[in-house]
């Protein structure tokens, strides 16, 4: 799209010589996503997460977690596997959705870790250990957590009817949101902790 010489811009501007090439907001907002994820902790949490979607592409394993959530008394969730992690802004669905089969996930890996395919059952065992680690569920929850200020902020920029005006509105709206987080940045991870002790303590783990 923005090549100098041969993109859809240059091409544009051969009939359009006034025309003015500007980055997409929402692709801009998805670089600087990217550039502050730069943090050890949190590439290594998505990075993990990938691997667990990608092990469950398989037929045979899908079934094992797809069977783990129908089987379950308190299943309230109508999801069946984990997203791919795609775009940037659009991690917080992959994010969230394997936050919310996160305890099928552990017992699905559990159950497949027993497989005679030596393998198979290793990559189960340590994924499953990795993912019950502290600073893993600690991690995802907080990328859950500020993935959701950006995901509704590249929706409205991708509206064919925005304009520049609204976009900029939009964007020191989140801003500000994110600056409020920051402010109150040691009571807003007291409940991201919480909420991680809350989900260890019922999968009988340890992370303090």
């Known amino acids: 799209m923005s090549g100098q010489f041969n993109g859809a811009q240059a091409i544009i501007r051969q009939s359009h010589p006034l025309a003015t090439y500007i980055h997409c907001a929402a692709h801009v907002l998805n670089l600087v996503i990217s550039y502050s994820c730069s943090l050890q902790e949190i590439r290594n949490c998505l990075g993990t997460i990938s691997k667990v979607r990608d092990?469950?592409?398989?037929?045979?394993?899908?079934?094992?977690?797809?069977?783990?959530?129908?089987?379950?008394?308190?299943?309230?969730?109508?999801?069946?596997?984990?997203?791919?992690?795609?775009?940037?802004?659009?991690?917080?669905?992959?994010?969230?959705?394997?936050?919310?089969?996160?305890?099928?996930?552990?017992?699905?890996?559990?159950?497949?870790?027993?497989?005679?395919?030596?393998?198979?059952?290793?990559?189960?065992?340590?994924?499953?250990?990795?993912?019950?680690?502290?600073?893993?569920?600690?991690?995802?929850?907080?990328?859950?957590?500020?993935?959701?200020?950006?995901?509704?902020?590249?929706?409205?920029?991708?509206?064919?009817?925005?304009?520049?005006?609204?976009?900029?509105?939009?964007?020191?709206?989140?801003i500000k949101e994110l600056q409020t987080l920051r402010s109150n940045v040691e009571s807003e991870f007291h409940k991201i902790f919480e909420n991680a002790l809350t989900s260890s303590n019922k999968l009988d783990i340890n992370i303090a």
């Open 55 to 174: 092990f469950f592409i398989y037929p045979q394993r899908k079934d094992v977690l797809k069977s783990q959530i129908e089987e379950s008394q308190e299943c309230i969730t109508k999801k069946k596997n984990i997203k791919t992690i795609m775009r940037w802004v659009e991690r917080f669905h992959a994010v969230n959705d394997f936050l919310e089969l996160f305890e099928y996930v552990i017992e699905s890996l559990f159950i497949i870790s027993k497989w005679n395919d030596n393998e198979t059952s290793s990559q189960a065992s340590n994924l499953r250990t990795s993912i019950l680690k502290g600073d893993f569920i600690i991690c995802s929850l907080i990328v859950n957590k500020v993935f959701s200020y950006g995901l509704p902020l590249s929706k409205q920029l991708q509206r064919i009817n925005i304009d520049l005006g609204e976009a900029m509105d939009l964007a020191e709206g989140t």
